[in-house]
Antibody, heavy 120, light 113 residues
Framework: EVQLVESGGGLVQPGGSLRLSCAASGFTFRTYAMSWVRQAPGKGLEWVSV???????YYADSVKGRFTISRDNSKNTLYLQMNSLRAEDTAIYYC??????????????WGKGTTVTVSS | DIVMTQSPDSLAVSLGERATINCKSS????????????LAWYQQKPGQPPKLLIYGASTRESGVPDRFSGSGSGTDFTLTISSLQAEDVAVYYC?????????FGGGTKVEIK
């Protein structure tokens, strides 16, 4: 069974940093694109970032230059390093498996999410 | 960036009746070399993460009931629930994965009338 388990969320002050992790199991992690999608309280879904089966990465304009997506295929783990956090980054962050190695693909399995709150 | 616009924002449908959700992209998401539309639909029930329903505009994900269907091409797409069931109460999102950033529509809330 494919499983994605996020961790690393919490309360952080504006300007602070946080690193999210996503532990993957049940599939050949290195061969699939992986994404982060977030959802602010009471709002819709916002795509954040993707890392392809290789090393290509893409970001939403709202996080470009502040967030960095990476993966450790030896640990079957996806990461999101978040710097210079703002109040508007407050959201549930979902780790999502892609349907293929390509970045240009649908997302077929979602984790339960980890909550990030940016507040003083 | 490709802007995804869903309509309506919400709709109330009687049990057993048809629900139709529209999604329009600001530019074509049809990848001409493969003749595939890079468009997916997701369902999110309260308190749960989203779930993939449809990809390639019209291919149902494994295990998704056949009352859910997707249609359209280019810039205009539709998700249809042919006979609404109580468990279909949710918010539905379309998303394009044609070009980054891979944007979502604003969502459509489906309720029982």
């Amino acid at each position: 069974e494919v499983q994605l388990v996020e961790s690393g969320g919490g309360l952080v002050q504006p300007g602070g940093s946080l690193r999210l992790s996503c532990a993957a199991s049940g599939f050949t992690f290195r061969t699939y694109a992986m994404s982060w999608v977030r959802q602010a309280p009471g709002k819709g879904l916002e795509w954040v970032s993707v890392i392809c089966g290789g090393t290509s990465t893409y970001y939403a304009d709202s996080v470009k230059g502040r967030f960095t997506i990476s993966r450790d295929n030896s640990k079957n783990t996806l990461y999101l390093q978040m710097n210079s956090l703002r109040a508007e980054d407050t959201a549930i962050y979902y780790c999502v498996k892609g349907g293929s190695t390509s970045c240009n693909g649908h997302m077929d399995v979602w984790g339960k999410g980890t909550t990030v709150t940016v507040s003083s | 960036d490709i802007v995804m616009t869903q309509s309506p924002d919400s709709l109330a449908v009687s049990l057993g009746e048809r629900a139709t959700i529209n999604c329009k992209s600001s530019q074509s998401v049809l990848y001409s070399s493969s003749d595939k539309n890079f468009l997916a639909w997701y369902q999110q029930k309260p308190g749960q993460p989203p779930k993939l329903l449809i990809y390639g505009a019209s291919t149902r994900e494994s295990g998704v009931p056949d009352r859910f269907s997707g249609s359209g091409s280019g810039t205009d797409f539709t998700l249809t629930i042919s006979s609404l069931q109580a468990e279909d109460v949710a918010v539905y999102y379309c998303q394009q994965y044609y070009s980054a950033p891979f944007t979502f529509g604003g969502g459509t809330k489906v309720e029982i009338k």
